[in-house]
């Protein structure tokens, strides 16, 4: 699992996560559930709301091995609570092994509204 650079307008946050099966049996992924941690400790679930995307419904989509995929997240600026250090990914791949991405985000809180736009194999149309 990986990241591209978090692009920023008008106080609204975007993010690509990539996906590439590494594994010799399909995977499944799922609209993802966050958890984060914030410096002091504090751990919680942050709201995910499914983003419709035209011609592109949010359902699982099979990744057969070696394959690629990618979806998005976005979130606006929300200065209301600490800032996350630690963000974990569940792709529903693999709930017992979550995907860690550390992100140097600086205003993704645990209070913030997440928008996940569905997985795709064309990284050029997550957004």
């Given at each position: 699992?990986?990241?591209g650079?978090?692009?920023?307008a008008?106080g609204?946050?975007?993010l690509?996560?990539d996906?590439?099966?590494?594994?010799?049996?399909?995977?499944?992924l799922?609209?993802?559930?966050?958890t984060?941690?914030?410096?002091s400790?504090r751990?919680?679930?942050?709201r995910?709301?499914?983003?419709p995307?035209a011609?592109?419904?949010?359902?699982?989509l099979?990744?057969?091995?070696g394959?690629?995929?990618?979806a998005g997240?976005?979130w606006?600026?929300?200065?209301?609570?600490g800032?996350?250090?630690?963000?974990r990914l569940v792709?529903g791949?693999?709930?017992d092994?979550?995907?860690?991405?550390t992100?140097d985000?600086?205003?993704l809180?645990?209070?913030s509204?997440i928008d996940h736009?569905?997985?795709?194999?064309?990284?050029?149309g997550?957004?």
């Amino acid at each position: 699992m990986g990241h591209g650079v978090v692009d920023s307008a008008l106080g609204r946050r975007f993010l690509r996560v990539d996906a590439r099966n590494c594994t010799t049996r399909e995977v499944v992924l799922k609209q993802p559930v966050l958890t984060g941690e914030t410096a002091s400790g504090r751990r919680g679930t942050l709201r995910v709301t499914a983003t419709p995307v035209a011609g592109r419904p949010d359902e699982p989509l099979v990744l057969p091995p070696g394959g690629t995929a990618c979806a998005g997240i976005a979130w606006r600026a929300a200065p209301r609570s600490g800032r996350l250090v630690e963000l974990r990914l569940v792709t529903g791949a693999r709930e017992d092994l979550p995907d860690l991405l550390t992100l140097d985000v600086l205003d993704l809180r645990l209070d913030s509204r997440i928008d996940h736009y569905p997985w795709t194999r064309d990284p050029e149309g997550v957004f």
